[in-house]
Structures are given as structure tokens and as C-alpha cells.
């Protein structure tokens, strides 16, 4: 571990770090492991569990995980149990097996979010040397696709993992911000994921829409549809489909919340004017703004 220097203060020395862990088996499912673990006094005591806090006190610390079946993952800082930035050498399969099957949800859109941010800072890179943008892979695409029409997964978490990693985000990544690189990656790889999952994006929205004049309700549900729907209109209009910005303009004027009237404002104030369907007038966003 690192911690970095501030003013006043440097030459810190490492911290405590709480490390939730788990491994997943190549079934995806959580499997049980062995790891030696020293107590106050020095003694190493043998821990077998599916889930431990590893304690990392020291700037380099190993700890083995014995008994793991071959092609396990290993599933780290579940529930975000440190604020810590984790560096770790793992393949972009690894991350969509996380994604897919962890059963911890934070580290699930947390693999989501390093592989878009992987993606989207490879075309930062591509950018900036004049090259043309490359599209996500096959694999990682199906992976969204599996997340997205899985009605086991929180609808909640279905709605993160389609949003993007913002900008601000991206660019502590880069050694010289470049918010115009950014910008153009960020919105290629929207763009592509978008038009890559219409149908199963179609699917679910016709599963999750809530009823005009239907009761306004807080639990977790109702809430979570109303996020998931709304991040998948967002997605179907950055992939263009034209019918989509009348649902758009109509929740702004007749949603019966503001949840979701703001959610359609918003999605209609990000498209540019070049690309309002042919025919349509941009008067009409304005008219429902304005309303």
C-alpha cells in the first residue's frame, strides 16, 4: 500500500486496510478457501470461510488462499470495506466473470465500471494519436446483456451498471487530463454499448414501465424500476431510436413524479440539436421543457 503525501504530512505509514474477500468457483458460485491469519501476538491461526476480512497493516503484506479450485476469482474489498483505490492484475474476463456472478453488488458495478473505464481510456489513447475508435468487445457486450435481462439481479444495480464512469472520474486515471479525448471516448462507447443492447434495453422497459397516474411509492421496488427504466431511456436515445424521444418528451410533460419528469428532461437536454429526428422541431423539447 501507498498513502500518499499531504501538506504537513508526509512519510506516512501504512494504514490499516479492512479487505472484505471472497473467491468465486468457475461455477460463478462462492466456494470455501483456507488462509493463515497471525492474531495481535504473532500466532498464526488457519481461517476456512467463503468470505474473510483480511487485514492489511503493512506496506507489503501477502496473504495465500489455499484449497481454490482452478479458474476461481478472487472477489476483493466487497462492499466497498475500505476506501482505498485497488490496483489488481486482473483480465478483462475476470472482471466480466465478477460482473456477472459476484454476489456482492458493489463489486459487481465495480467490475462493470473498470471495464468501461478500460475501454473508454484506450480510446482516450487512440484519440489522441488520430486513430479510429474500437468498439467493445463480443464478450463484454454479452456480459451486459446477461446483467441487464437478469430479473434475479436488484433493478438498482441494473441501473448503475448501465451508466457510465463520469468524467471527472476518468480523467484521475490520466496522467494530463484531456476532457475533449475524453468526451469523444466516453460518447463512442455509450453509443456502441447503446445500439449493441436495443432489444434486450426494448425487453426491459416493457417489463419495468410504471403505469400514467399510478401511485407514487418509496419502497426499494418502486424505486428501483424507476431508475432502471429510466437509465434504459437514456440508452435507447443515445442509440437513437426514434420513437423513444416521444416517450421521452411525454414523461416530461404527464410523468406523475418528479423522479421521472426530470430523469426525461435530462435525457433530452444532453441531444444535440443535429440529432433530433428528421422532421421534428427542437421547439418541441423546448415546449416541454418550458411546461
Not at 158 to 167: A, E, F, G, K, Q
Not at 200 to 207: A, D, F, G, R
Not at 231 to 257: F, W
Request: hydrophobic share 40%.
Amino acid at each position: 500500500q501507498t498513502v500518499p503525501d499531504t501538506p504537513g504530512q508526509t512519510d506516512k505509514l501504512p494504514m490499516l486496510i479492512p479487505v472484505d474477500t471472497g473467491v468465486l468457483g468457475p461455477d460463478g458460485k462462492p466456494v470455501t478457501f483456507e488462509v493463515d491469519i497471525a492474531d495481535a501476538n504473532g500466532k498464526i491461526h488457519k481461517k476456512i470461510a467463503d468470505s474473510i476480512v483480511l487485514q492489511v497493516k503493512q506496506k507489503k503484506q501477502t496473504f495465500t488462499l489455499k484449497n481454490v479450485p482452478k479458474g476461481s476469482v478472487v472477489s476483493l474489498l466487497r462492499g466497498f470495506s475500505a476506501p482505498v483505490v485497488l490496483t489488481r492484475n486482473a483480465t478483462e474476463s475476470d472482471f466480466i466473470f465478477i460482473m456477472a456472478n459476484d454476489v456482492d453488488e458493489y463489486n459487481r458495478w465495480e467490475a462493470a465500471q473498470e471495464l468501461l473505464s478500460r475501454v473508454i481510456l484506450d480510446n482516450v489513447a487512440r484519440f489522441q494519436q488520430g486513430q479510429s475508435l474500437m468498439p467493445l468487445s463480443d464478450e463484454l457486450v454479452n456480459a451486459f446483456k446477461k446483467t441487464l435481462k437478469d430479473e434475479g439481479v436488484d433493478m438498482s444495480l441494473r441501473s448503475y451498471i448501465l451508466t457510465l464512469p463520469l468524467d471527472s472520474v476518468l480523467s484521475e486515471r490520466l496522467e494530463e487530463a484531456d476532457p475533449i479525448a475524453i468526451f469523444h471516448a466516453r460518447k463512442f462507447v455509450k453509443e456502441d454499448l447503446a445500439k449493441r443492447l436495443v432489444s434486450e434495453l426494448k425487453q426491459v422497459m416493457s417489463l419495468h414501465s410504471t403505469k400514467k397516474g399510478g401511485a407514487y411509492l418509496l419502497d426499494p421496488s418502486s424505486m428501483g424500476k424507476r431508475a432502471l427504466y429510466n437509465a434504459c431511456l437514456d440508452m435507447m436515445i443515445t442509440a437513437d431510436q426514434k420513437e423513444y424521444y416521444d416517450i421521452c418528451l411525454d414523461q416530461v410533460v404527464n410523468a406523475s413524479n418528479m423522479t421521472d419528469s426530470l430523469s426525461a428532461l435530462s435525457i433530452l437536454a444532453n441531444v444535440d440539436d443535429s440529432d433530433w429526428p428528421a422532421g421534428r422541431k427542437c421547439e418541441q423539447r423546448q415546449s416541454a421543457i418550458q411546461q
